[in-house]
């Protein structure tokens, strides 16, 4: 398509861009060629399984041709048209999404990506009550713009610091492993183990006042920073506070959206139904650019005769919202929610056969297709085999050794992120698991006793 020897892509990448989340000496990119299901290729041929759906977004697999067929198509058509335009994807996407999005959010707002996803639900939340802060987690990320970082709790906020967004407050994941509340109690019943964060919320919410907190911002299930599943009752606790004090519930399903988690979106396993949902990655699958509020009708109706300030350019953007159409039907046709609820079950026996091998392991944790192994350096102590927000030597050679054994996932700080293509087969786990096997001897020859 481009005539550009491969030789020459990884070099002239390194020219002429700027590189995000990285110190521009230190990038070492991998020089990309093709991608097909749930594998990659190099410019020199190594093949690589994608653990990590790219960037946990190629929820449906590499170059499906349907997609591709349906961009291609709406290329031809229609390839723009301004935001303030009525068009046929934007018709359909908006019915189809009312279908599979939980109960009463029925209006929508499309985006480039989930950070202004995120930052339009929080301007929602703030007109409909008329209320300016926002409560969010220290382990969450909502994106990297001015106001997304701002909501952000973990430490890629603070380098921006001070924050453009005023009025955001922070309150603590109910992360069981590593509880603030319960360091000396590890069997807590999971009921009062939830009960103690929900207490922990509304104790926040008394000291900011009620009065003035608009929205409450949360991941579903935590992504980047732990895959912490919400324990029984967490979620609809949440709902309740947020009714009782007329705050709007937000929640995130960037990440954990699309079947990711073994339902079209997470809340569902505790039929909660939020004010506001953000959603982007898998509603496209990365095939196109695409973020999306939805909202219940109600917070819409703020807007009914007062204008809404705010607008994007590729606002409904008939590629994108061509591709993400595409990719709900081949989620439908292909039953991937109900494999991904399938496969996880497999992923998650994979997982704790890592326990029962490896000491380095002291924690894994999974929901659908959405998991994480978190090493450690001694499992009484729980020291991590990385201290917060840094690396290691250990994790450093661990992510190479599975690059070197052509496995691509995430390593954040201890933790190992698997967060595979929902298309991915029981035996293709397997031969990426087998690698991470071997890989672990590396943290296991760590772990201090």
Request: glycine fraction near 8%.
């Amino acid at each position: 398509m481009f005539d550009l020897p491969d030789e020459q892509i990884l070099p002239l990448s390194l020219e002429h861009n700027f590189w995000t989340w990285s110190a521009q000496s230190k990038v070492n990119p991998i020089a990309v060629k093709k991608a097909k299901g749930v594998y990659f290729w190099d410019v020199n041929g190594k093949q690589y399984l994608d653990l990590n759906s790219m960037v946990m977004c190629v929820n449906i697999g590499h170059g499906d041709e349907r997609v591709i067929q349906a961009i291609t198509d709406q290329a031809r058509e229609l390839a723009f048209a301004g935001p303030g335009m009525a068009t046929k994807p934007r018709a359909l996407l908006g019915k189809l999404l009312a279908e599979i999005t939980p109960p009463g959010l029925t209006r929508f707002l499309y985006t480039l990506g989930g950070a202004d996803a995120n930052e339009n639900a929080i301007k929602f939340a703030r007109a409909h009550t008329g209320r300016f802060k926002i409560l969010s987690r220290y382990r969450s990320y909502h994106g990297a713009t001015y106001g997304a970082i701002s909501a952000t709790g973990d430490p890629r906020r603070v380098a921006w610091e001070p924050t453009t967004m005023p009025g955001v407050v922070h309150f603590l994941d109910p992360y069981k492993y590593r509880s603030t509340f319960h360091r000396n109690r590890p069997d807590i019943p999971e009921e009062e183990f939830t009960q103690d964060y929900l207490n922990h919320l509304e104790e926040i919410i008394q000291y900011e006042r009620p009065e003035t907190i608009a929205g409450i911002l949360i991941e579903s299930v935590t992504g980047t920073n732990g895959i912490i599943i919400p324990p029984q009752g967490y979620m609809q606790g949440v709902r309740k506070i947020c009714d009782r004090y007329g705050i709007i519930m937000i929640t995130d399903e960037v990440m954990s959206g699309f079947g990711r988690t073994g339902e079209w979106f997470a809340v569902n396993h505790w039929n909660v139904a939020p004010d506001i949902m953000t959603m982007a990655k898998g509603l496209t699958s990365g095939y196109a650019p695409l973020g999306a509020v939805a909202m219940r009708q109600e917070i819409a109706d703020t807007f009914k005769d007062r204008v809404y300030e705010g607008g994007l350019t590729f606002n409904g953007h008939p590629i994108s919202l061509a591709a993400a159409i595409a990719v709900i039907r081949v989620m439908k046709e292909d039953r991937l929610v109900e494999k991904a609820r399938e496969t996880g079950r497999v992923m998650a026996d994979m997982l704790q056969e890592l326990v029962d091998r490896h000491p380095s392991v002291g924690e894994v944790r999974s929901i659908g297709l959405f998991g994480i192994i978190e090493l450690v350096k001694n499992r009484k102590t729980k020291e991590p085999m990385a201290p917060f927000n840094g690396s290691s030597s250990e994790m450093a050679a661990f992510r190479k050794f599975l690059l070197d054994h052509g496995v691509f996932a995430s390593i954040h700080w201890h933790t190992v992120l698997l967060i595979p293509p929902l298309i991915i087969t029981p035996d293709q786990l397997a031969d990426g698991f087998s690698v991470i096997d071997e890989a672990l001897r590396i943290t296991d020859s760590a772990v201090v006793e």
